[in-house]
């Protein structure tokens, strides 16, 4: 479904949060378009995953604004920020699908944010739900496991379910915290590029965290780089180089050791040997 807007979906502005004395975002500006697709690059710790909370309202900042689909987040009553995440879906590194459940009843879960009452089995949704999860398991791929446990699924089957229930919610926005980070990178590949065709399909606005350099600059519209909280790069993905994506990580010694620190970090050989070529200056 295509949606059209005459203002950005997502408007983060002068965002700070502070948990006890450690500074997880630093004055934060983001701004993104309906439709875009955005990667937020940066090492563990830089603030990715803190910034997509803020957007979905799980975190509230310390300072600055948070507004989603045209609401201001932080000030929502609980009714309200439910009916705003039901038009946010989020996908998780580690899936957090139910192991037990079958895949089709893992995505039907997807729909209980606009359902009434508890469920308890996949007879216990409505038939239009249970037709909309089957045709969501046919667009990933996997129509053929809807009655397989979950826990019987490779890592990349299971974050295509996880997709497929994000889907059920019917979103505007879909946010990806570091969705490919446990998966090999054939699978990493394969789910990234079904992410980029739904989004194209749906005109879907998609925020996604990543580590994989290579990854980022070959999927998304915009790099958005975080360094201990704060934005120290926002350029559109034409004609940006590896060179100038080492900004985000800063100034990177040539010993051995943080070459290989940097190395399980980001995944990208390419990268480091730039990071060498650049050195401290």
Known sequence: MHRTTTSPVISVSGVTKDFGTTRALDHVDLSVEQGEVVVLLGLSGSGKSTLLRHVNGLERPSSGSVRVLGQ??????????????????????????VPALTVLENVLTG???????????????????RTAALTH???????????????????????????????????????????????????????????????????????????????????????????????????PTAGISKAQVMEIYGRVSTSSAEIRVIATELGDVELLDAARSTGDR
């Open 111 to 129: 729909a209980l944010s606009r359902l009434r009452g508890p469920r308890l089995g996949v007879w216990s949704y409505p038939r239009a739900v």
């Open 137 to 235: 398991l046919d667009r990933v791929g996997l129509l053929e496991k809807a009655h397989q446990r979950a826990d019987e699924l490779s890592g990349g089957q299971q974050q295509r379910v996880a997709i497929a229930r994000a889907l059920m919610q019917d979103p505007e926005i879909l946010l990806a915290d570091e969705p490919v980070a446990s998966l090999d990178p054939e699978s990493s590949a394969q789910v990234m590029r079904l992410i980029r065709e739904i989004a194209a399909d749906d005109g879907l606005t998609v925020v996604c965290s990543l580590h994989q350099v290579d990854i980022a600059l070959g999927w998304g519209d915009r790099i958005v780089g975080l360094r201990h909280g704060a934005v120290v790069l926002d350029l």
């Open 72 to 97: 201001e987040v932080p000030t929502l009553r609980p009714r309200a920020l439910r009916t705003m995440r039901g038009r946010v879906a989020m996908v998780f590194q580690q899936f957090e699908l």
